[in-house]
């Protein structure tokens, strides 16, 4: 089975910075991509980046030049660091990446860390 364990969340003030990281253990496909999405109280669950195993990234409109996204694949970890953070980046964030179960590929989730900007 696979899973993902994020850690990095927590308060800041606007304008501070965090660093989640999220770990992967398992039968992860590890040519797969990796991502960030978050989830605001009350709205849907949004990606936040993503990256390829080559690292090739992409960044929601909202992040671009705050957020960077990378990935350490010899030790399945993923990260994200924010900077410039707001209160509008208030939310859960989950990591996701594929992995086996059984012979087929899934998309599997962590279970989420907080991140609470402060104005």
């Known amino acids: 089975q696979v899973q993902l364990v994020e850690s990095g969340g927590g308060l800041v003030q606007a304008g501070g910075s965090l660093r989640l990281s999220c770990a992967a253990s398992g039968r992860i496909f590890s040519s797969g991509t990796m991502g960030w999405y978050r989830q605001a109280p009350g709205e849907q669950r949004d990606e936040v980046a993503r990256i390829t195993n080559g690292g090739r990234t992409v960044y929601a409109d909202s992040v671009k030049g705050r957020f960077t996204i990378s990935r350490d694949n010899a030790k399945n970890t993923l990260y994200l660091q924010m900077d410039s953070l707001t209160p509008e980046d208030t939310a859960v964030y989950y990591c996701?990446?594929?992995?086996?179960?059984?012979?087929?590929?899934?998309?599997?989730w962590g279970q989420g860390t907080q991140v609470t900007v402060s104005s």
């Open positions: 996701n990446a594929w992995g086996y179960n059984g012979v087929k590929l899934n998309l599997f």
